[in-house]
């Protein structure tokens, strides 16, 4: 998605803003997991988080492409 964000006057990049929404996704899915001990198979457990939130990224990104069409 290419553009800004208007915020009261305060123009944020669009990319900043997915990303914000894309942490507060990762943080509760990162939350479900370590409820049901899913770390428990994962061998990097930083390597994987940081692969969730380019893929939750990944994801937020397209559903904003979805609704702005």
Not at 18 to 25: A, K, N, V, W
Request: charge should be positive; proline fraction near 1%.
């Amino acid at each position: 998605m290419i553009g800004e964000v208007d915020i009261s006057g305060v123009f944020l990049p669009t990319l900043l803003v997915l990303m914000g929404i894309t942490y507060l996704l990762f943080l509760l899915v990162h939350a479900v997991l370590t409820r049901v001990h899913f770390y428990r198979l994962v061998w990097h457990r930083a390597l994987f988080n940081v692969g969730l939130y380019a893929l939750l990224l990944g994801v937020v990104d397209s559903f904003s492409r979805y609704l702005m069409t």
